[in-house]
């Protein structure tokens, strides 16, 4: 039985981070995948900025970067635009066939040894080891497993069964996003993106929480919708015959209509693929004796935005950084393990906490929010920064909850009382 420091379940963006830092470090680290990469995985492929915190990242970006966003454009429910401009790039679009077995290779490189193609079966924590138990019959024996399954992780639900917390997820805290991807030729790109490869949100389309967008790559639009799973199923009950596959393909039609997307492309439902992202602000408990959980599997997404890549990328190398630690005196119990879990919760815990809070004014006062913006260029420079991470959720949350409070009184009760209401500028190109 091949005996290794830290075994890591799922090879996604969150455990090959993770078995990168750790081979780093110089431990013996198995990275297991039941996928034979590269794979593909339901994604808009957009990296927010704070994703420049890893060297590895920024210093190979030929290695995946299809292009960088200096533009946004986002709607509210009633078509009204906030247009941001920025000089600096506040977006990158990557496309995950390619940047997932990126990162796989990074890690193999720095060491760690990749099983793919073989899904981990169970596992047992005993006094001295975890033994891990995979498809293919095959037993590993670690000292520390590290659970990056997604969001359904096996690690997570026996940490949730130990700590006695619900087994699964709210409907309110996952959403189902739905996605494709399709080449619409450079040509076009250029002339409707524009080379500030223009990122764009519909908040709210159709009133239904949640939000679309198309993202522009090289030559790709990624387009797809996403929306509370409670929202969905509550609408199939009253709607029967509704899905969120015709959802996301009349958002097709809208963009077409806007002049987004190319008139002449079909999509049909066959090109759609979909998964879940889990927006509850993170597990109250991420770890266990001789077990932790990272990126999705923990529940590390911005319930704002769905954005959970730097998520997952930070709490895997959190989680490398904190078992350099522990391995110094080979204590692996959950009281140990807590230094993980108390790292990443003092670092962005408040984040997602606040994340939620501006999901839930985004979803209440939607066509406000997006006034203020457009007519305000503090509020989108502050509004923008939430959405992107390109400041901390919970430094900036007081100066948002003002400036709304300043947009609510200026563009809304003052103007009533004068009859004057500005008008939002209208797009520009
Ligand atoms: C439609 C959609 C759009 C999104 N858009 C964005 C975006 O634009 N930007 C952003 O930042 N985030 C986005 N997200 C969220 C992002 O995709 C996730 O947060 C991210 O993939 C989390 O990475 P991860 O490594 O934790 O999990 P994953 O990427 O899900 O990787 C988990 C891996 O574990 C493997 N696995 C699972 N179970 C086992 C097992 N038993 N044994 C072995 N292997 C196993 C899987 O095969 C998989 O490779 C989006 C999500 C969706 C669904």
Not at 93 to 103: A, E, Y
Not at 207 to 236: A, M, Q
């Amino acid at each position: 039985m091949s005996h290794y420091d830290v075994l890591v379940e799922g090879a996604g963006p969150a455990g090959a981070t993770a078995a990168y830092y750790l081979a780093m470090q110089g431990k013996k680290v198995a990275l297991v995948d039941r996928a034979k990469f590269p794979r593909e995985k339901a994604c808009g492929g957009g990296l927010c900025v704070h994703i420049e915190e890893f060297d590895h990242i920024i210093s190979n970006w030929d290695d995946f970067l299809e292009s960088k966003c200096l533009r946004g454009i986002v709607y509210g429910p009633d078509f009204m635009p906030v247009d941001y401009v920025s000089e600096k790039p506040f977006f990158y679009n990557i496309r995950r066939l390619k940047f997932d077995n990126t990162l796989v290779e990074y890690a193999v490189e720095k060491g760690a040894t990749l099983i793919e193609g073989v899904a981990v079966k169970n596992f047992e924590v005993h006094n001295d080891k975890v033994v891990t138990k995979l498809r293919n019959g095959e037993e590993l024996t670690s000292d520390v497993i590290i659970g990056a399954g997604g969001s359904f992780d096996m690690v997570s639900r026996r940490i949730r069964d130990i700590e006695k917390m619900p087994m699964k997820w709210r409907d309110e805290d996952i959403a189902t996003a739905l996605y494709f991807e399709i080449d619409v030729g450079r040509e076009y790109m250029d002339k409707v993106y524009g080379e500030e490869r223009i990122s764009m949100a519909h908040i709210k389309y159709q009133n239904l929480d949640g939000y679309g967008w198309s993202f522009s790559k090289d030559t790709v639009l990624n387009v797809g919708i996403g929306c509370p799973r409670s929202v969905i199923k509550s609408l199939k009950k009253e709607k029967p015959g509704w899905d969120e596959r015709q959802y996301l393909l009349d958002y097709v039609e809208t963009l077409k209509e806007q002049g987004w997307f190319p008139k002449d492309i079909q999509v049909d439902r066959k090109m759609i693929a979909g998964s879940n992202i889990p927006v509850g602000m993170g597990m109250k408990c991420t770890v266990g004796d001789r077990m932790l959980v990272i990126g999705d599997a923990g529940g590390f997404v911005s319930p704002l935005s769905g954005e959970g890549l730097y998520y997952a990328l930070d709490s895997g190398r959190i989680a490398a950084e904190a078992l350099e630690v522990l391995f110094k005196d080979g204590n692996f119990d959950k009281q140990s393990m807590m230094l993980y879990h108390n790292t990443w919760s003092n670092k962005w815990g408040d984040d997602l906490e606040w994340l939620k809070v501006a999901w839930h004014l985004l979803m209440v006062m939607p066509n406000s929010l997006i006034k203020y913006a457009a007519l305000d260029e503090e509020t989108k420079e502050f509004f923008t920064h939430m959405f992107v991470g390109s400041m901390p959720a919970s430094k900036i949350k007081n100066k948002v909850l003002a400036l709304i409070a300043k947009g609510a009184l200026k563009h809304d009760f003052l103007s009533h009382i004068i009859g004057q209401h500005e008008k939002v500028p209208p797009l520009t190109n």
